[in-house]
């Protein structure tokens, strides 16, 4: 059952323009021959994006039941994308961290998504006026996703912190 309302003509390009970047992010994946689900892939992104984490506040983010975060997370560390380590202020506290080569596929799979973005938005370069630039920005800030330059600050702390 679908609502009628004023803003069902963007909401019905916005469901058409999801299942099309995720498809990107599908193929993306697939072109890195990783074992990552998309669920997966987004943990994988939230600790790049956010820095270490707790299991519950990946879970949070992800807006799974802390059991599913917790799974989820095993098998990223199971396949060595992802490690724990222990808070040196205080050793019940593990956090999860990216490892180098979960950085190496966030950082693939992002390259390969930014391609196919550029390649689509030089074939539809007439419709992207300022106020669809401005409506889609207003939308990810909406869904509380990081700007690109706040995102790539995240993911160079990240880094860093792969190096101590």
């Known amino acids: ?8 003509p963007a909401v019905l390009a916005l469901m058409r323009a999801s299942r099309a970047l995720v498809g990107l992010t599908v193929r993306a994946l697939a072109d890195v021959e990783a074992d990552v689900t998309i669920p997966q892939f987004r943990a994988l992104v939230v600790l790049a994006t956010r820095g270490s ?37 205080d050793r019940r506290v593990v956090q999860l961290r990216l490892s180098a080569a979960g950085r190496d596929i966030v950082e693939k799979v992002m390259a390969r998504r930014r391609t196919e973005l550029e390649r689509i938005v030089a074939e539809t370069a007439p419709v992207w006026q300022p106020a669809v630039t401005d409506a889609l920005t207003a939308f990810a800030v909406a869904a509380g996703e990081m700007p690109e330059q706040e995102w790539w600050m995240g993911w160079t702390r990240q880094a860093a912190e792969l190096q101590d």
Not at 56 to 68: G, K, Q, R
Request: hydrophobic share 30%; glycine share 8%.
């Open 1 to 8: 059952m679908q609502p009628s309302s004023d803003h069902e």
């Open 53 to 89: 984490m707790r299991g519950a506040d990946i879970a949070e983010e992800l807006n799974v039941n802390p059991s599913t975060g917790t799974r989820m997370t095993d098998r990223l560390v199971g396949k060595g994308l992802v490690r724990r380590v222990r808070s040196t202020d």
